[in-house]
């Protein structure tokens, strides 16, 4: 249920000043700033693979040793850096995005109770 002030409109926050903010902006500075550049050098390295593949195959069926191939290194490659990425951005958000997240959210859950 809303909380009524006296006039009569309903108490609660302002998200768009909110998202205007310098806080919030500083916020989603940082993410795109890990995000961004991590997504562009993943797809280089996924676009490299799949064009090497199709473009090259001589190359990619060169053995590294036994029947592994250059290709089944590259391919198993692409996991190795899903999951390198995937803790990175975990380790990123942990120290750099979560603490200003949570002063936000505290922040927002005070104006929502009506509290200074």
């Known amino acids: ?5 006296i006039d009569g409109a309903p108490r609660g926050v ?3 000043a909110v998202e205007e903010s310098a806080p919030f902006r500083e916020l989603k500075r940082r993410q795109r700033s890990f ?11 996924y ?3 799949v064009l090497l ?3 090259a195959p ?4 060169q053995p590294v040793f036994g029947a ?6 590259f391919g ?3 996991f190795v850096t899903t999951f390198a990425i995937t803790m990175g951005y975990v380790a990123y958000a942990n120290r750099r995005l979560d603490p200003g997240a949570e002063q936000l959210r505290e922040e927002l859950e005070r104006a929502e109770r009506g509290e200074s």
């Open 1 to 5: 249920m809303t909380d009524r002030r």
């Open 14 to 16: 302002d998200y768009i």
């Open 35 to 45: 995000v961004f550049p991590m997504a562009a050098a993943f797809l280089v390295w």
């Open 47 to 49: 676009f490299v693979y």
């Open 53 to 55: 593949s199709s473009f």
């Open 58 to 61: 001589d190359f990619m069926a």
């Open 68 to 73: 592994v191939t250059v290709g089944l290194v």
């Open 76 to 78: 198993l490659g692409q």
